[in-house]
């Protein structure tokens, strides 16, 4: 049922995409069993959907522009990109009918048969075609002249966010990626790295015709040299190991370099074991192309094919309700402001506007550091005076990069007191809301003079969960938010003591 659901939602949004009503999605393996069988039933502006799985199957665009991409295409889950695998083959994907832009192939990993020794070709072969090709990883290509990508002919491809690496040529003609005859590929945000073997050594990049260029590119431990060039190669904010001194400048070669450029460690996750992501202090965090699209966290662009994702808040909820409060009393619930970025958040100012308005900050509105997978509770009371519906707004200001200020609605309804009947009578817990419930609920009591007041939350065995009362009270209505954070499903007790009253309320947490 998850898989069919995915599957479903995919299909909407890939309509959504192309914004084509009559474009069809075809399901790899539901619809068609293979992938080339999807390619063959596809018509101009199609989408090929094709599920994880490893398929040992050549596949060619056959001049067609359509799409042909994993789940990745639609979630934007990198786990598609290394669970949906074309598998041992010697050309895993062809381009060679003049195939454009709009013949697109995303989110693939390509896993060569290591034993086979072809000659003058690549993983990815590309000749006279121009496709968008994004996402993907290319390994494992081995023999005499061979290589991750080939563009030959008059290619021209856009090459985006591709990983490529343990690639190797038995000469100095292959290895990542090779450019022949007139062939000018852009290269944005790609790693080239570790491709060739210490018996026969390779390059990252052959440029032997053409004049590519390279945007926020890394190209690191590649045997031999990084790169050859016998034409004009262009290289913007990248990442070159040993910067000009490992590219080899043959007959006619140019190289265009500036002071974009940079010849630091990336500071990779783990090169041993191919994790290409970077690390905290990594020189290539926001130090791409400023021309670039900003990272999906809102900042510059890093350089390579994984950028990494720097300080994020999140808040809930996104509006806080304080419903039918007694005009005079005092009803206080909380925000939950999350960091669930890489790196320290702080939190500069939090502020209510209007400052009129019946709303205070009661305790956590100060400034505040909150570290990675980790949170922080402010806490809001309304205090009506009168009867009417009350609207203002939570400022929180932060150092996130695309959410410099989060605004959270405050909104309350307060309800006039007629005499003294409406005063609260006895202690107690006047309800809980919700029960059951599966993350937050909200402890009403009453305390009908001034009064010491304790409010806990007990597990079935007795034991002390958390505390969320103890001090001295007025008289009056009150409500108290419990967030049950990570404690697991069951039954808990809501235990309240004031005055000579003691009352146990259950509450059932449920996941």
Known sequence: MGSRFVLWVSLLLVLSFTGLSHARVIIIPDDEETIQAGIDAAEEGDTVLVNPDEYRESINFDGKAITVGSLYLTTRNRIYVDSTVIKDQIIAVMFNHREGANSRFTGFTIHS????????????????????IEY???????????????????????????????????CWCGGGIKCYDNSSPILVNCIVAFNGTEYNGCYGLN???????????????????????????????????????????AENGHVIWDDSDISEDPLFVDSDEFNFQLTENSPCIDTGDPESDLDPD????????????????????????????????????????????????????????????????VTGGSEVEIEPESDHLTWISFSPEEQAEYRAVLRIESDDPDEEIVEIPLIGTALSIDGEDNQP??????????????????????????????????????????????????????????????????????RFEAGDRMQMQKVVLIR
Do not use: K
């Not at 000659?119 to 121009?130: E, K, R, T």
């Open 298 to 361: 809102g900042t510059r662009a890093d350089m390579g094919a994984f950028y990494f994702h720097q300080r994020d808040i999140d808040v809930d909820p996104d509006t806080l309700e304080f419903i039918g409060v007694q005009t005079g009393t005092v009803d206080t619930l909380s925000i939950l402001i999350q960091n669930v970025g890489l790196t320290p958040l702080q939190i500069s100012a939090q502020t209510i506007e209007p400052e009129e308005a019946p709303f205070t900050i």
């Open 207 to 249: 440029v032997h015709g053409g004049q590519p260029v390279l945007i926020n590119c890394i190209l690191w431990g590649n045997i031999n040299r990084q790169i050859i060039t016998y034409d004009t190669l262009t290289l913007i904010n990248c990442d070159i190991e040993h910067g000009l001194d490992s590219i080899r400048i």
């Open 136 to 170: 993907v990883v290319v390994r494992g290509t081995r023999g005499a002249h061979v290589c991750g990508i080939f563009c030959h002919g008059e290619s021209n491809p856009v090459i985006s966010y591709a990983t490529i690496f343990d690639n190797s040529s038995g």
């Open 425 to 494: 009578l006895e202690f107690c817990i006047s309800g809980v809301y919700p029960n059951p419930f599966n993350s937050r609920t909200t402890i009403h009591y009453e305390v009908p003079q001034p009064s010491q007041v304790s409010l806990s939350v007990y597990d079935l065995v007795g034991r002390l969960v958390e505390r969320l009362v103890d001090d001295r009270v007025d008289a009056g209505r009150y409500a108290e938010t419990w967030q049950a954070g990570i404690l697991s499903s069951g039954l808990y007790f809501v």
């Open 113 to 132: 048969d290591p034993n086979r020794y072809p000659d003058w070709l690549g993983a990815i072969d590309i000749g006279n075609s121009s496709p968008s």
